[in-house]
Structures are given as structure tokens and as C-alpha cells.
């Protein structure tokens, strides 16, 4: 009879074996070069895999398991759920980015990390480079246009051409080494063709481009409840997204009086983002700086327990990057690794943008919103997260992550410095709150726009006019949340979901102030990034 453990094992290697790019980046490096297989016969493979596996784990006895092993046995269900909601959907035939990402990534990461010796790094990027070129040729055949949306092919045609300069210009930078310099050049020359060559056929794809973005109310209702394991339905969870907006629009006018004397937060708000730093590598040396300081808070205050070595990185985003994410991001250290460096990457606007736009994307980083940033991103946001769940043992928990979780904890993580008080003056406050606000606004959208009931334009005014940003970023947004369908409710829904464990923790622990505060963070992101209702069985019983 195979053990629970055994199955875990089995399930893992088939995982890393099919996803190489993602295995690569949790520093198993016996898969960095290789990237995934993106041909038709590969995605239904793992379809029926996936059916396959989910039936396996729910026959599996749980009687004789540990609280630990039930929690990973029900993670594993909850991500093999999500994946068989999702097939009949064929994201694969619909999304491009599909077919940039893993090479992009896969190359990229490999120089981020440097788990290996350079000139084996080399080899292995070179191996990746090459292979662009059989997932660019699997896009082609795969993407049909009466199912890609309009909106997806505009967006990868600007990471697609983003590609081939980074594949081109920027690669071969990496090292320093003539002859590994030359190597990672005549690799990346074969895929910036490659990439050369997917633009122009989505140039050619893009005027047949007539599918649909919306995954539907019923689907989107079944990944909260049986991927997220949340209490709530698509509705539920817009009405609590319109109530949180006008909570917070609430304290905004408060705020705006304290300000300026008026009660038009979105004039004040507009007043305070001219208030930016003049360049791009100005805007990251202040992130920079706030990074800093928000860690020296915590060290400062006892709230969490910062491990040895940790790091946060704080640097550009990538250029591949930069045509598809208007806003920071955030990269950990791999978790089958020794490093605890983290890489905070910040928005840096895309090549050949105006003078204009970039001034735009820089109001969306002014310097009164910058402290909040760097506290979602980094201390204690994401980075400081990361770094203490890769202490977790769990295989099944370093691997698997839901951003409900990560992205719940960000969001909290600037709730709880406002109730520190590291937010010290009112305008710094009044971009906290408009934080919230944003998440709030994205929660509304986003389940508008998958239950059919809001339209690509309609979404961009709603973000423009009601959370305030700059059109670029706007636009920028909502094609982000008709590509990754339930990902933008996760931040306020996490939050939301944490505050109300750290009540029901609080009201049974012994301890007080800060110090039963410092306990639950440690204790909560030590169960790994689960899914909030199992989060809760791990903290509570």
C-alpha cells in the first residue's frame, strides 16, 4: 500500500518533471535547462493528470495522519481542484503570455538566484534561450482567435517585443566572461527572433481577436470555495468590496480635511501624487530608503521576529516585465534554498514611452504612497513572509502558495504599521488608506468584469475615476485582472480574513501587546501561504 508520503513524493517529481521554469525557481536546479512543454498534447496530459491526482488524494485514509499531513493533504485537494475548474476553460488557447513567460522567467530567474556556477548558468540559459523557440512555435499553433481576447494579445504584443530586446540587448549582461558573454548572445539571438516572430503574429492575430475574458460567475464562485476554501460567492464578495470602498472613501475625506482644509480626497490625493520623485532611479532609491527604515521599525518595536541573513534587494523591475505590471512586485528567495535574499523590483516604465507617460507612472508612485509600498512589498509584506515560511518542513507548503494568502498578509501587514504608527504624517496616511481603497476598488471590478457585468472600457473609467490612478496604469490594471481571473480580490478578501484570525487568536492567547502580537505574525506565516481556511485549522486546531 502506498503511504501519504509516498504519494506526496510521486506527485512532487510528476510537478517538477512538468513544470521545470517554477522548479527552477523553489532552487532545484537538476531542472534549469528545460522549459515547460507547452504543446496541445502536453496541456491535456495534465488535465487528465490533474483529474487523476485529485481522485488519488481524495481517497486517501486520513485516519492515522498528523494535523500537519491533513492540512498538506488538503492543500494538494484545494490546488488540484482549482486546476480541474479551470480546464474546461483552456487558458492555453487563449492566453499568450503563456508562451512567453517560461522562458522569460526561466532565464531570468536562474541570473537572479545564481545557485549555480556561472559558466553551468550559462549553459542552462543558453539551453532555455534556445527552446524560446518551440513555445513561441506551440503559441502559434495552439492560440485560436475566436477564443483569445482582444485585450490579452494587445498586452503580450508589448511584453513579446520587451522580450526580445531583454533576449537581444540585456541577456548577454549577465556575465562578465567573453566567451560565456558570446554563448548567452548566440542563445539569445535565436529567441529574440523567436520573440520577433510571435509579435508579428499577433499582429496578424489581434483584428480576429474576438474571444471572451469573462470566466463566469459560476466558475469564479467555485475557485473562492474550492481552491481558496472561502465562505463566499462572487455577489458576497462584490457587496463586501462596494461596503469596504465606502468605508474607506470615509476615512480618505476625513483625511482631506486634516490636509487641506477640504473634504475632495480625490483632489488632495491628485494634489499630493505631483508630489513624486523626478526619475525613475530617484523613485527606487526612495523605495529604497523606506525599505530600510520600515525594517528598522520592526527590529525596533519587537512586532517580528527577523531571521538571521535575511535581505530585501530593492532594484528595477525587469525589462520584460515592465509592458504588463504598472505596479512593484516582489520575488523571494527560492524555497529549496539557503538564500534569504529577497528582490523588491520597482515599476520602472517601459523602452520608448513619453516623456509623459512616464511622468504619469511616476504620480502613481509619489512620495507620500511610497512608505506603504515598501511595507507591502517588503518588511513585514511579502519579503519578510517569504523568508519565514521557507522554514516550514513541508515540502507540499514551500511549494504550493495562494495569493489570498500572500497577498492578504501584504495588505495587513500595512493595517497593522498604520496601528504602529509608522505612518506619521496625514498625507502618508491618506495614500494608506487609498491602498485599501484601491484593493476595494479591484474586488469590485474584478468579480464585475468575470460575471459579465462590467466592460474592459467601463473597468478603466471605474479604476481611473473611482481608485484614482492614471490612465496607463489603469489600463495596465484591468488587463492584469481579465488575465488572472480571481488573483485581484485577493488582497483586501486576505486581509479581511487575517484580521478576523488574529481577533479569534488573540481572545485565546495568554500573552499581551506586542508580544502576543509578535507570536501570531510568527506563528501565521510559519504555516506556510495556505488557503485561509486552512490557515485558521493550523493556527486554532
Not at 529577497?342 to 513619453?354: E, N
Not at 485581484?488 to 492567547?509: K, M, N, P, V
Request: with cysteine; aromatic share 8%; net charge neutral.
Amino acid at each position: 500500500m502506498t503511504t501519504f508520503g509516498e504519494r506526496v513524493a510521486a506527485f512532487l517529481r510528476e510537478e517538477f518533471s512538468e513544470a521545470p521554469v517554477a522548479a527552477s525557481a523553489l532552487g532545484l536546479t537538476e531542472h534549469d535547462a528545460r522549459l515547460d512543454d507547452l504543446s496541445a498534447a502536453a496541456f491535456e496530459r495534465r488535465r487528465r493528470r490533474a483529474e487523476w491526482w485529485l481522485a488519488r488524494f481524495l481517497e486517501q485514509e486520513r485516519s492515522g495522519l498528523g494535523a500537519d499531513a491533513v492540512i498538506d493533504l488538503d492543500l494538494i485537494v484545494s490546488v488540484l481542484r482549482g486546476r480541474v475548474i479551470m480546464a474546461d476553460w483552456q487558458m492555453w488557447r487563449r492566453q499568450p503570455d503563456v508562451y512567453l513567460n517560461p522562458s522569460l522567467q526561466g532565464v531570468f530567474t536562474l541570473f537572479l538566484h545564481r545557485l549555480r556556477p556561472e559558466p553551468e548558468l550559462v549553459v542552462a540559459a543558453a539551453a532555455r534561450l534556445r527552446a524560446a523557440a518551440d513555445n513561441v512555435a506551440d503559441g502559434m499553433r495552439n492560440l485560436a482567435p475566436e477564443l483569445t481576447p482582444r485585450v490579452y494579445v494587445e498586452r503580450a504584443l508589448g511584453q513579446a517585443r520587451a522580450a526580445a530586446r531583454y533576449a537581444r540587448d540585456v541577456v548577454a549582461g549577465e556575465v562578465t566572461d567573453a566567451t560565456l558573454r558570446a554563448t548567452l548572445a548566440e542563445a539569445g539571438g535565436v529567441a529574440a527572433r523567436a520573440f520577433d516572430d510571435f509579435a508579428t503574429f499577433l499582429e496578424r492575430l489581434a483584428p480576429n481577436a474576438s474571444g471572451a475574458w469573462a470566466i463566469g460567475e459560476s466558475r469564479y464562485t467555485a475557485l473562492l470555495r474550492d481552491r481558496e476554501l472561502l465562505a463566499l460567492d462572487t455577489r458576497t464578495l462584490r457587496a463586501r468590496g462596494h461596503a469596504e470602498y465606502e468605508r474607506v472613501a470615509g476615512e480618505l475625506a476625513r483625511l482631506a480635511r486634516e490636509v487641506d482644509g477640504g473634504g475632495d480626497w480625490k483632489a488632495t490625493l491628485a494634489h499630493l501624487n505631483r508630489d513624486h520623485p523626478p526619475t525613475p532611479e530617484a523613485m527606487r532609491a526612495a523605495y529604497e530608503e523606506w525599505t530600510e527604515r520600515a525594517r528598522r521599525f520592526l527590529r525596533e518595536r519587537g512586532l517580528v521576529t527577523l531571521l538571521p541573513g535575511e535581505a530585501c534587494a530593492v532594484e528595477p523591475s525587469p525589462v520584460f516585465q515592465r509592458p504588463v505590471l504598472a505596479v512593484a512586485s516582489y520575488q523571494g528567495p527560492p524555497a529549496f534554498s539557503a538564500l534569504r535574499t529577497g528582490h523588491f523590483f520597482v515599476p520602472f516604465p517601459p523602452d520608448g514611452v513619453d516623456a509623459e507617460d512616464i511622468r504619469k507612472r511616476l504620480e502613481s508612485n509619489s512620495h507620500p504612497s511610497i512608505p506603504t509600498t515598501a511595507v507591502h512589498e517588503a518588511y513585514p509584506g511579502h519579503h519578510w513572509h517569504i523568508s519565514m515560511a521557507k522554514e516550514n518542513p513541508s515540502a507540499v507548503r514551500r511549494v504550493f502558495r495562494t495569493p489570498y494568502f500572500a497577498e492578504g498578509w501584504a495588505l495587513y501587514a500595512e493595517h497593522l504599521m498604520r496601528e504602529q504608527g509608522f505612518f506619521t504624517d496625514p498625507r502618508q496616511l491618506m495614500c494608506h488608506y487609498e491602498a485599501t481603497l484601491f484593493r476595494a476598488a479591484r474586488i469590485v471590478v474584478d468579480t464585475s468584469l468575470h460575471a459579465g457585468e462590467m466592460g474592459y472600457d467601463e473597468a478603466v473609467r471605474f479604476m481611473m475615476e473611482q481608485a484614482n490612478l492614471p490612465e496607463p496604469t489603469a489600463k495596465a490594471e484591468v488587463a492584469r485582472y481579465c488575465a488572472w481571473p480571481t488573483q485581484a480580490s485577493s488582497y483586501l478578501t486576505g486581509c479581511l480574513e487575517i484580521l478576523d484570525l488574529r481577533r479569534r487568536w488573540l481572545a485565546r492567547d495568554s500573552r499581551t501587546g506586542t508580544e502576543a502580537l509578535r507570536a501570531f505574525h510568527d506563528t501565521l506565516v510559519r504555516t506556510g501561504t495556505l488557503p485561509l481556511g486552512l490557515a485558521a485549522r493550523a493556527m486554532l486546531g
